[in-house]
């Protein structure tokens, strides 16, 4: 099946926030933000803002009426409009309320803000050595003795690498529109990926109790993580406005400006040591993670934290100490982001794994499969978790014989081996991702079903669809247990009125825990229907079967519609409230150890690149990609969600470079700066497939495994490449070291380092 919104999106009659008609009075905000990293506010005059054209009024802190915070974890560190000081260029100190939006926009440059400057700090390593504090605690993952063993060990090397952040650039930005009722009440249109947290924020913001405010999300254009918390501060701006003027305000920051206002994935520092034998077998680890966190806590805690359990990839490590040091910077403050710190710690794994191949002089690919998990020993993580479902193996076997990897890499090598210009690199790496929430409580989701007496559905559920196809998932899993067609079920917007209480849809969980909520809703109402139906025909249970849009009972057929009439008739509850929590799970933060996931998704991917030696410029051949996705949904969404995940990926670790002056300033704040791959720039030969004999060994919605974020880190294949490519202007005897992204300047300036020697 297609996504169900296949067609709108490229007709452009998908409806999103922006498009929601404007009633009479509707006015709009917009931001004014900071020009210091770390100042005290010590005067705001809004004179000639007051007098501009259109003003209605500017909100500042002072008008606040509840709490000016919109911290996700309660920290009460992440103003909505800064106080007595800001601690990042671009934060958010007034807003400007305007009968246009262009009015809003020209007034808030007009404001005049006097700052007394104070010290900043904005890189991650250069915080933690000046002893900067931690925006949230930090994490220990330890077993076994990872400094004996690193001392006993018959080789062992060191070294540090930088890994970039990541804008989300999501093609639909920030946006918030919210509509005042009467006593507390307001309503949000939002583009959010959270919108319990949106509602809790609102009326955290207005001091009034939840059930006065209502979010609601049809769609968005795009998320990645980016709208799972940042959102918060766009709803509180609009629904703080809207019930000052008792008029519809909307708030859309343009692209310079989202950019410099929001966070981004958080960029990793990382210092690691490892031990290992004469086969490359790694004895034992010993890494610190130092990230840019920003100036709040916002996600970082968890970030830090799950970069920590991906440390390993799909790797065995005997002996094991691992350090999060999420460091408090003056720049905004970070967030999730697809991976959710996840692919900062598989880039660690394949440094360390290409460190002891360059060591060796053996291939990279040797030494992943000498180290991978087993399954019966050499099976458990960092964080105390067996692997109980290791498939990396078979995958990376499959794909080594289906990609004709082996004589390709020769190819690889007899063409660099002639010294041109133009050198190649090839690399097959692995991925192994855990699938659930680290905060176990996020692990539920409910799910709202009603079947009307004309035979239609209408089914809503906790999750938002933001283009990866939730929605068109969902309402299959419902149309199987009902054995209907799909035409016959709406979905409707994702609303806190009708399912409370929910998660964000972000941790790949989305199909997982909503499909399941609403496989329990149909199953509730099914159950209903099958005890009429034994009633009104005198017959056994075993006897009424769903077959497609009728019920057959005994030897007569029932049109699903007309059964339905008459179960209506008869009183039977029609609708039903379902609801899912994963099972298993469980995770104790302070002694580093648990079962934080519910399973494993994995995946390979082989990638071939070309780069030019003179200039640093590259571009990918070739890349071949084999994915588990257990018992797929829907294969063609699937499929997508890979593709698009993988070129994100190496976006990330290519072209994606952001880059803050030394007074703080983000520069590359537009599409102008900063650089996403291009249709262009996708692998000129790109096969992907999905793992066909794979099944979720856990009880998972028809045991499928979750697909959004594991194959992201697939792009670290290309990344892997380029190293392979530059090394050979050392007869591969070093390890290039390249810092993420590798932009052409710096695979140049690795080039020339190695030729210097």
Same mark, same amino acid.
């Given at each position: ?11 452009? @009659? ?21 020009? @210091? ?47 007595? #000081? ?44 000046? !002893? ?23 080789? %062992? ?64 254009? !795009?998320?990645?993580? !980016? ?64 990230? @840019? ?44 982001? @697809? ?24 291939? =990279? $690919? ?5 180290? $991978? ?20 193996? %078979? ?22 081996? #002639?010294?041109?210009?133009? %050198? ?39 999750? =938002? ?24 079920? #709406? ?68 049109? $699903? ?61 070739? =890349? ?19 593709? !698009? ?9 290519? =072209? ?48 499928? #495994? ?52």
């Amino acid at each position: 099946m297609q996504h169900d919104s296949a067609i709108k999106h490229v007709t452009g @009659r998908a409806t999103y926030c922006d498009d929601i008609a404007e009633p009479a009075g509707t006015l709009h905000a917009y931001l004014g933000l900071s020009t @210091r990293a770390h100042a005290r506010i010590m005067e705001l005059d809004f004179s000639a803002v007051q007098r501009a054209a259109g003003v209605v009024g500017v909100l500042t802190a002072a008008d606040i009426p509840g709490v000016n915070d919109v911290s996700p974890t309660g920290r009460n560190d992440e103003p909505v409009l800064a106080e007595q #000081k800001v601690e990042f260029w671009g934060q958010p100190v007034f807003a400007v309320v305007a009968e246009t939006r262009d009015a809003a926009r020209r007034a808030a440059r007009l404001a005049r803000i006097t700052y007394e400057d104070l010290p900043h700090v904005l890189e991650p390593d250069v915080a933690r050595a000046q !002893g900067g504090p931690y925006v949230t605690p930090p994490l220990t993952l330890k077993r076994g003795t990872a400094e004996t063993e690193l001392l006993k060990a018959p080789h %062992r090397l060191k070294g540090e690498m930088r890994v970039g952040g990541q804008d989300h650039l999501y093609l639909e930005g920030h946006i918030a529109f919210a509509l005042p009722g009467e006593d507390d009440d307001v309503t949000v249109h939002s583009s959010t990926q959270h919108p319990t947290e949106a509602q809790h924020m609102v009326a955290h913001v207005l001091g009034v109790p939840s059930n006065a405010v209502t979010v609601n999300v049809r769609r968005m254009g !795009g998320g990645f993580g !980016g709208k799972e918390t940042q959102m918060n501060l766009f709803c509180a701006v609009a629904a703080v406005a809207a019930k000052k003027w008792h008029r519809p305000v909307k708030i859309r920051p343009d692209r310079d400006d989202d950019m410099s206002a929001t966070g981004k994935r958080h960029d990793f520092v990382i210092d690691y040591e490892v031990g290992f034998d004469d086969a490359g077998v790694i004895c034992a680890v010993k890494a610190d993670f130092t990230a @840019r966190c920003g100036f709040s806590s916002d996600l970082s805690g968890p970030v830090t934290d799950r970069a920590l359990f991906h440390a390993d990839n799909a790797y065995y490590y005997p002996n094991v100490l691992l350090n999060s040091h999420p460091m408090k910077t003056n720049t905004v403050s970070n967030t999730a982001f @697809r991976g959710f710190g996840g692919p900062q710690g598989v880039m660690a794994a394949e440094r360390i794994i290409e460190e002891i191949a360059y060591a060796l002089g053996r291939d =990279t $690919f040797d030494i992943r499969k000498a180290n $991978f998990y087993g399954t019966e020993t050499r099976n458990v993580t960092p964080y105390h978790q067996t692997v109980e479902d290791n498939i990396a193996p %078979r995958i990376v076997s499959e794909l080594e014989q289906n990609a004709d990897y082996q004589s390709r890499r020769q190819a690889v090598l007899d063409w660099n081996a #002639k010294g041109g210009v133009i %050198r190649r690199g090839i690399a097959l790496t692995p991925v192994k991702f855990g699938i659930s929430f680290t905060a176990t409580w996020y692990n539920q989701a409910g799910a709202l079903l009603h079947i009307y007496t004309d035979g239609s559905i209408q089914l809503n559920h906790g999750g =938002t669809e933001m283009g990866q196809g939730l929605n068109t998932k969902v309402a299959q899993v419902v149309a199987e247990e009902l054995q209907v067609d799909i035409d016959r079920i #709406k979905i409707t917007r994702t609303t806190t009125e009708k399912v409370p209480n929910t998660s964000a849809t972000a941790a790949s969980s989305g199909s997982d825990l909503n499909g399941m909520a609403a496989q329990d809703a149909a199953l509730q109402i099914k159950e209903r229907l099958t005890d009429f139906a034994a009633e009104q025909w005198q017959t056994d249970r075993s006897n009424i079967r769903f077959i497609a849009n009728a019920v057959q009972i005994d030897e007569e057929t029932v049109p $699903f519609a007309d059964f339905i009439r008459q179960a209506y008739m008869a009183r039977v509850h029609l609708s039903a409230a379902g609801f899912y929590k994963t099972p298993k799970i469980h995770w104790d933060r302070a002694t580093g150890k648990g079962r934080p996931f519910y399973y494993y998704a994995y995946g390979a991917a082989c990638s071939e690149v070309s780069v030019d030696t003179l200039t640093g410029e590259y571009r990918v051949e070739r =890349t071949d990609i084999l994915h588990d996705v257990g018992r797929s949904l829907n294969p063609v969404i699937d499929k997508g969600q890979i593709e !698009g995940a993988f070129v994100q990926g190496m976006g990330w670790l290519t =072209t994606e470079e952001l880059w803050w002056d030394a007074q703080g300033q983000l520069r590359t704040h537009a599409p102008s700066t900063y650089k996403i791959p291009l249709a262009s720039d996708r692998p000129r030969i790109f096969n992907v497939a999905l793992v066909r004999w794979s099944e979720n060994r856990e009880n998972t919605i028809k045991r499928s #495994k979750a697909v959004g974020e594991p194959p992201f880190m697939l792009g670290i294949s290309v990344f892997e490449a380029l190293s392979h490519a530059v090394a050979s202007v050392a007869e591969y005897q070093t390890c290039p070291r390249l810092d993420a992204p590798a932009t052409p300047e710096r695979v140049l300036m690795a080039i020339e380092r190695l030729r210097r020697g």
